[in-house]
């Protein structure tokens, strides 16, 4: 089960709480959430993923997706307080493992797999 709990944190910031397992049969929960905020005139959005119990392939593959996505609408997509532990072992499993920012990422802004 996934729980998702929105927080303004400024004007123009909204924090994605995130707890539970992102997995395949919970990504569309966070996909529609994610889809939300990039529709609404958020300049930035942060994901607190400190309550993520459980992690898999689909859950790092949507994260990518809507990265990207923010990218494309002029987005910043950040973690809330850092990366979560729990994130390493999956991207390291799953090969998502990075040592600089994807090639989207504007020069001043962090990508969220580093």
């Given at each position: 089960m996934l729980?998702?709990?929105?927080?303004q944190?400024?004007?123009?910031?909204?924090?994605?709480?995130?707890?539970?397992?992102?997995?395949?049969?919970?990504?569309?929960?966070?996909?529609?959430s994610l889809l939300e905020a990039f529709a609404e005139p958020w300049?930035?959005?942060?994901?607190?993923?400190?309550g993520i119990t459980n992690m898999d392939f689909f859950g790092l593959q949507l994260l990518c997706?809507?990265?990207?996505?923010?990218v494309s609408?002029?987005?910043?997509?950040s973690w809330h307080n850092g990366r979560p532990a729990s994130?390493?072992?999956v991207m390291q499993v799953s090969g998502f493992t990075r040592h600089c920012g994807c090639s989207?990422?504007?020069?001043?802004?962090?990508c969220l797999w580093i």
């Open positions: 729980n998702i709990a929105t927080e944190a400024a004007e123009n910031k909204l924090i994605i709480h995130v707890g539970g397992e992102l997995t395949i049969e919970s990504v569309a929960e966070l996909r529609e300049e930035k959005i942060r994901v607190d993923g400190a997706s809507a990265h990207r996505t923010a609408r002029q987005k910043v997509l994130l390493d072992e989207l990422c504007p020069a001043d802004q962090d």
